[in-house]
């Protein structure tokens, strides 16, 4: 057993929603898309990705564990690689705070193997997209480990990117968008861009209606390639849609505009689904559950005569459900009456639990909802969290480590 230093940095990591949906990839190789697409940074407190680099001489190769687990092989997978590898190609030296002598030369770097520990916040069985927080929080660690510098900004995001798309957008907080790019043949352009921080629009909350679902989805990857090869409607939509909206969308956030950032978000979220109907063979992702979700919102934003609550659903049945501040607690209320509480935890904060709880809902709010032909029934959704837009990846080396920092190996 050699002597030789670990070195070892951990990073948080947060998910985010899109609003403009990424669906369909312009070059796989470079993992790029067809269109542009924007998203929120969700906080941290409820959801997040965890990640402990370390790097040593000792180390006889790179290893992998994913909730405690030893992904075997994961040194091989092509994402992973990507991640690393990219990271390392911007490392700087490691120097001693206190002496100023140089510990690690950049250079040197690559010449060790990394461990990598990582694990969800969240229950994996809820069916939350955990991969844009994985990889960006492997990429965040990669980078704090390495002291890596970026030669042009959003440089790191293009290194996330080729871990899974939507993993750019994690490495920044607020409101996210990622532009395709195409004009640089290595598709370095192909990045995020922070449109606006998580204190710009500090009212925005999220509810998100964890929906029981059994059976499997068609992943990200394979789906949007099935929707690529087949369906004219995703043509469509990359071609005369998205960019008007993009605009649109990003004006809107920019002006706090509830009523047209809500708007345009169902409207996408609607055609993203609708893409999956185009494709041949079809995919679904929503369930019936989903769509009475859907159908109780546009009867609360018509009972209130404004746009109160807007829904969003990615490649599963979960709602994410925007809305502001001041509503958040009767959208809450509205959702856990059609959708009663089911078992322990089932309401991720419990300040946020009591307050739905107690809250009393309109006599011609439930009048109006009942229309839809919902009746409150407990099991169909597992679980309901309540949240904000937040910042993007944090260093919590002092707080946290998942792999031992004397034997590299995880904890
Ligand atoms: C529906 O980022 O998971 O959530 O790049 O193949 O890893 P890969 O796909 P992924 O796709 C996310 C699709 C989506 C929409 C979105 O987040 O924009």
């Known amino acids: 057993m050699s002597s030789s230093p670990i070195y070892i940095e951990t990073a948080s990591a947060p998910t985010n929603i899109a609003t403009i949906k990424y669906w369909g990839k312009a070059d796989a190789k470079w993992n790029t898309p067809i269109n542009d697409s924007v998203s929120v940074t969700l906080d941290q407190a409820d959801l997040k990705a965890v990640t402990t680099a370390a790097a040593s001489l000792s180390f006889e190769k790179d290893r992998l564990w994913l909730n405690g687990v030893e992904e075997e092989g994961a040194a091989e997978n092509k994402r992973f690689r990507a991640c690393v590898d990219g990271v390392m190609a911007l490392a700087t030296d490691k120097v001693d705070p206190k002496t100023g002598e140089v510990l690690v030369k950049k250079e040197d770097w690559k010449k060790m193997h990394v461990h990598i520990s990582s694990y969800n916040t969240f229950p994996t069985a809820a ?23 970026e030669e042009y900004p959003g ?64 992943s990200s990857t394979s789906g949007m390639s099935t929707s690529v090869a087949t369906s004219e409607l995703l043509k469509h939509r990359a071609a005369n849609v998205v960019s008007k909206r993009m605009e649109a969308i990003e004006k809107a ?62 490649a599963g049945p979960n709602a994410v459900i925007f809305t502001l501040d001041k509503y958040v607690v009767e959208v809450g209320a509205l959702m856990l009456h059609y959708y009663p509480e089911f078992g322990e935890n089932y309401i991720s904060n419990p300040e946020f639990g009591t307050k739905i709880k107690e809250f009393k809902l309109d006599e011609g709010l439930l009048e109006a909802t009942k229309k839809t032909g919902r009746t409150p029934v407990a099991g169909q959704v597992k679980m309901m969290y309540y949240t904000k837009s937040g910042p993007g990846p944090q260093l919590l080396t002092d707080q946290i480590l998942n792999l031992d920092p004397k034997t590299g190996l995880n904890t």
């Open 253 to 314: 956030f920019l002006a706090k505009d509830f009523e047209s950032f809500g708007q345009l978000t169902m409207a996408d979220s609607n055609q993203f689904h609708a893409t999956c109907l185009d494709t041949y063979p079809p995919i679904f992702y929503m369930n019936d559950v989903s769509k009475s979700i859907i159908r109780i919102l546009h009867a609360y934003n018509a009972w209130a005569g404004e746009l109160r609550s807007a829904y969003t659903y990615d």
């Open 127 to 149: 069916g939350l997209a955990s991969s844009a927080a994985g990889y960006a929080a492997l990429v965040a660690a990669m980078m704090f480990l390495v002291g890596a510098k």
């Open 155 to 218: 440089q790191f995001s293009t290194i996330a990117r080729q871990g899974s798309g939507s993993a750019c957008r994690s490495l920044y907080g607020g409101f996210v968008a990622w532009r395709k790019g195409g004009d640089k043949p290595d598709w370095s352009d192909s990045m995020a861009q922070q449109v606006a921080d998580e204190n710009h629009w500090p009212e925005i909350r999220a509810v998100i209606m964890v929906v029981s679902d059994e059976k499997k989805d068609t």
